[in-house]
T-cell receptor
């Protein structure tokens, strides 16, 4: 069966520090991968998605970036965090075109101080 | 283009009462529709999905939803609320043709009182 792992679960980082969040999927090949951010009262905002290694689509321009160095690995990064980067970050995967829904990881709570 | 509107950021019900969470969508192509549930500090779990088969869809934990094209709605219902149903619920839409990402509503927090 397929599983998705996301870490760390919580993270407190100072303003201006770098960020690296990692997500891996097991039990499937060539998944579509997604990064969402959830801020209080604002629902889920799609940040990046990837349909293959090295293929990244950005939905929202900001100081975050994403990379997919391996087929089942998706990394969210920042060189310098802002206070506004605080939130709950969720990784997800889907098969093919994602028409049948996504499977989400357990999330990372990021607090920038 | 597609969008989802969830009416009511918070809904309160008593245990044993009917649960009704409203979702209206907008889509330029025939939609696929989803309901997800999120418990505090956890990821989203798929409750049910509509993918152009039966318009009445049954999901986990006794929830169901009905796709009504004429009303562009996909409301979530459960006949009798349990305390364990207290969570945030998200409606989402994707297009049935080509590739499109899921677009989520802003969520509805369901509060269940004894």
């Amino acid at each position: 069966s397929q599983t998705i792992h996301q870490w760390p679960a919580t993270l407190v980082q100072p303003v201006g520090s770098p960020l690296s969040l990692e997500c891996t999927v097991e039990g499937t090949s060539n998944p579509n991968l997604y990064w969402y951010r959830q801020a209080a009262g604002r629902g889920l905002q799609l940040l990046f998605y990837s349909v293959g290694i090295g293929q990244i689509s950005s939905e929202v321009p900001q100081n975050l970036s994403a990379s997919r160095p391996q087929d089942r690995q998706f990394i969210l990064s920042s060189k310098k965090l802002l206070l506004s980067d605080s939130g709950f970050y969720l990784c997800a995967w889907s098969e093919d075109r994602g028409l049948y829904g996504y499977t989400f990881g357990s999330g990372t709570r990021l607090t920038v101080v | 283009a597609q969008s989802v509107t969830q009416l009511g950021s918070h809904v309160s019900v008593s245990e044993g009462a009917l649960v009704l969470l409203r979702c209206n969508y907008s889509s330029s192509v025939p939609p696929y529709l989803f309901w997800y549930v999120q418990y505090p500090n956890q990821g989203l779990q798929l409750l049910l999905k509509y993918t152009s088969a039966a318009t009445l869809v049954k999901g986990i934990n006794g929830f169901e939803a009905e796709f009504k094209k004429s009303e562009t709605s996909f409301h979530l219902t459960k006949p009798s609320a349990h305390m364990s149903d207290a969570a945030e619920y998200f409606c989402a839409v994707s297009g049935s043709g080509g590739y499109s990402t899921l677009t989520f509503g802003k969520g509805t927090m369901l509060l269940v009182s004894p």
